[in-house]
């Protein structure tokens, strides 16, 4: 399926690849980077089943993986909508794209977090600021955007802080003005993805602050580093992940004790 695909776009066609994580992006790594990547071709490869979507069917079908090994393809374009509006607006522009493109679906029925005041417009590489804060940003990607939204609404009502909320649609490339800027301003930043804490959001944003001079912490919410051998639904991985919204909130709480 993916080799016809480069076929057709070296015939000047736009496909778009469409199945199961863990077979269109681990099964056909080869011909991800061989047959589009290396020759640079606007394939988008759309990816079902984020996270733990699928996770009573076990790790064959857990996609916890996938943001690293397609964003540290050369040239591939990572895109993690977070809600259908933003799916919406990806499937617009990728398909204006000049390149390989991976998109990163969930399941179904994620809610829609964006509101008319902010539906700003959707850019490739741009993130999408959805609340302004003070000292604390949560940057969340793919099917945690609604966690963190639920999050700030917890933090503030609860214990007086107001995060910032930060959309972080694309991963590759990565809104670095956008992260260099919150690390000016905020004392930490958390980075939350249904996804390993190794390679994915949270290791793309530590290595931009990495590379600039500032006190700002990054905390990575996401998978630990190790397969599941108990199977369970997508909400029994999230608690044991820390995945949730009260978990997040005692992150961010825990943090401050740390100060």
């Known amino acids: 399926m993916l080799g016809t695909a480069a076929g057709l776009a070296r015939e000047g066609m736009r496909p778009f690849v469409y199945s199961f994580i863990p077979f269109v992006i681990f099964r056909a790594l080869e011909q991800i980077r061989i047959d589009i990547c290396y020759h640079d071709l606007p394939v988008t ?39 259908p509006w933003e799916v919406r607006r990806a499937v617009s522009a990728l398909s204006a794209h000049n390149g390989p493109a991976y998109m990163r679906l969930a399941k179904r029925g994620e809610p829609v977090v964006h509101g008319p005041e902010t539906r700003d417009d959707f850019q490739i590489g741009r993130a999408i600021v959805l609340q302004g804060g003070g000292e604390i940003a949560l940057v969340a990607t793919s099917n945690m955007l609604s966690t963190a939204v639920d999050a700030a609404r917890i933090l503030e009502s609860a214990h007086g802080i107001r995060p910032t909320v930060v959309s972080m649609h694309t991963v590759k490339p990565l809104d670095e ?23 994915g959001l949270g290791g793309a944003v530590s290595e931009v602050v990495a590379s600039i001079p500032t006190r700002c912490a990054v905390h990575r919410i996401g ?37």
């Open 45 to 83: 490869i759309v990816g079902l089943g984020a996270g733990y979507s699928y996770g009573d069917m076990g790790a064959t079908h857990h996609a916890i993986e996938d943001i690293a090994v397609s964003r540290s393809l050369p040239g591939m374009c990572v895109i993690c909508p977070g809600d």
């Open 177 to 199: 003005l956008c992260i260099k800027r919150l690390s000016e301003t905020c004392r930490a930043i958390f980075t939350i993805e249904e996804h390993s804490v190794l390679g």
């Open 223 to 259: 998978v630990p580093d190790r397969f599941a051998h108990v199977s369970g639904s997508q909400a029994f991985y999230r608690e044991q992940c820390g995945l949730t919204p009260d978990s997040v909130v005692r992150r961010v709480l825990e943090s401050k004790v740390d100060e």
